[in-house]
């Protein structure tokens, strides 16, 4: 089974503190995703990589950057935590989409909360 | 415009029911693929089934189906004889050709309340 695993489930940080969200995938997956879920807004995506080094900007990169040094492994940072980042980020990853449906699988997500 | 439109914010539905969620979704790339998640209240996405663009058939997983109406836009959901373990989120999501790096673009949700 393909396993995303983030490092953490819950985190309360305070205002202007960075932070780390981790998300470690083992299935050799080249495609990476951070979203993020808000209620009535489903998710949005925040930043994706398709290689190691490699980032794209999703719909919503304001605030955050994100690192892929390695392939399994996919970092998402808040330089400066604001409130308005308050909420539950999800980390996905997949095989490219040409010779499959392009599937993503999702780790369990991270719920933050800045105060 | 959304590009993925879920109208149903929540909805009940009585057990041993068949519930249909709506999904609209919006592109001019032929080739794409719709996709149906189910986020249970522990957090985890799990994936229920896909539908491509040029698929015949509607498809089918168990108790799920998806009603693909192309020239409609529109792939909803459809979950037979509906069980308490089914209360949960509802996202569509679509995956278009062109988009870089093929990622997904998801509805707002549907939450689905199975009532025994």
């Known amino acids: 089974d393909v396993k995303v695993t983030q490092s953490s489930r819950y985190l309360v940080k305070r205002t202007g503190e960075k932070v780390f969200l981790e998300c470690v995938q083992d299935?050799?997956?080249?495609?990476m995703f951070w979203y993020r879920q808000d209620p009535g807004l489903g998710l949005r995506l925040i930043y994706f990589s398709y290689d190691v080094k490699m980032k794209e900007k999703g719909d919503i990169p304001e605030g955050y950057s994100v690192s892929r040094e390695k392939k399994e492994r996919f970092s998402l940072i808040l330089e400066s935590a604001s409130t308005n980042q308050t909420s539950m980020y999800l980390c996905a990853s997949s095989f490219p989409g040409q010779s499959n449906t392009g599937e993503l699988f999702f780790g369990e997500g991270s719920r933050l909360t800045v105060l | 415009a959304q590009k993925i439109t879920q109208t149903q914010p929540g909805m009940f539905v009585q057990e041993k029911e068949a519930v249909t969620l709506d999904c609209t979704y919006d592109?001019?790339?032929?080739?794409?693929?719709l996709f149906w998640y189910k986020q249970p209240s522990s957090g985890e996405m799990i994936f229920l089934i896909y539908q491509g663009s040029y698929d015949q058939q509607n498809a089918t997983e168990g108790r799920y189906s998806l009603n693909f109406q192309k020239a409609r836009k529109s792939a909803n959901l459809v979950i037979s004889a509906s069980q308490l373990g089914d209360s949960a989120m509802y996202f569509c999501a679509m995956r278009e050709s062109l988009a870089a790096g093929n990622k997904l673009t998801f509805g707002g949700g549907t939450r689905v309340l199975v009532k025994p």
């Open positions: 592109t001019s790339d032929p080739s794409y693929g």
């Open positions: 299935m050799d997956h080249e495609n």
